[in-house]
T-cell receptor
Framework: DADVTQTPRNRITKTGKRIMLECSQT?????MYWYRQDPGLGLRLIYY???????NKGEISDGYSVSRQAQAKFSLSLESAIPNQTALYFC??????????FGPGTRLLVL | DQQVKQNSPSLSVQEGRISILNCDYT??????FLWYKKYPAEGPTFLIS?????DKNEDGRFTVFLNKSAKHLSLHIVPSQPGDSAVYFC???????????FGKGTKLTVNP
């Protein structure tokens, strides 16, 4: 079984809709992250959480919100989706060291 | 301003030869560097890392070299195999921050 899972794997939505991407991990890590990847660009950090009560904005947090429901779960929401949020979204986790472990990604298309 | 740069979008090598992927950084506060490999439809997978107190780290066919004075690191894959064909991301972080800054990636193709 995968250590980091993301649901859904693919999603098509319309402009203005609210959607939620979910991430779960079984690695027992405290730290969780959400990134987006655009074609030709590296991964950019949206939000990160060091524990359930600690949420921090990353490089590109505008238009997004997150919820850390439990140590193992970290959700990303797009309150009102827009076409330039079309991207590949990755969740990641890390323990005490810097190495981060990534989920398989969610491909989001906003029409 | 891009703090981690991978200036070659793509690289093609023959099976059995050496692959060298390069990465430059601008932030002198970075002290830990990582390479990730990404196959299509999968998330990035950690490959190898190096601390700024070292100038070389080796793991099987993969070796990362760090030149702090030049703010440059490279990943060497010897010998290259077709299964190494993937996008390789360089990432850097400042100790304790745990926020990784990624380069744009280099697509490696290893031809049989």
């Amino acid at each position: 079984d995968a250590d980091v899972t993301q649901t859904p794997r693919n999603r098509i939505t319309k402009t203005g809709k609210r959607i939620m991407l979910e991430c779960s991990q079984t690695k027992g890590h405290d730290r969780m992250y959400w990134y987006r990847q655009d074609p030709g660009l590296g991964l950019r950090l949206i939000y990160y959480s060091f524990d359930v009560k600690d949420i921090n904005k990353g490089e590109i947090s505008d238009g997004y919100s997150v919820s850390r429901q439990a140590q193992a779960k970290f959700s990303l929401s797009l309150e009102s989706a827009i076409p330039n949020q079309t991207a590949l979204y990755f969740c990641a986790t890390s323990g005490a060291l810097e190495t981060q472990y990534f989920g398989p990604g969610t491909r989001l298309l906003v029409l | 301003d891009q703090q981690v740069k991978q200036n070659s979008p793509s690289l093609s090598v023959q099976e059995g030869r050496i692959s060298i992927l390069n990465c430059d950084y601008t932030n002198s506060m970075f002290d830990y560097f990582l390479w990730y490999k990404k196959y299509p439809a999968e998330g990035p997978t950690f490959l190898i890392s190096i601390s700024s107190i070292k100038d070389k780290n080796e793991d099987g066919r993969f070796t990362v070299f760090l030149n702090k004075s030049a703010k440059h690191l490279s990943l060497h894959i010897v010998p290259s195999q077709p299964g190494d064909s993937a996008v390789y991301f360089c990432a850097a972080t400042q100790g304790g921050s745990e926020k990784l800054v990624f380069g744009k990636g280099t697509k490696l193709t290893v031809n049989p």
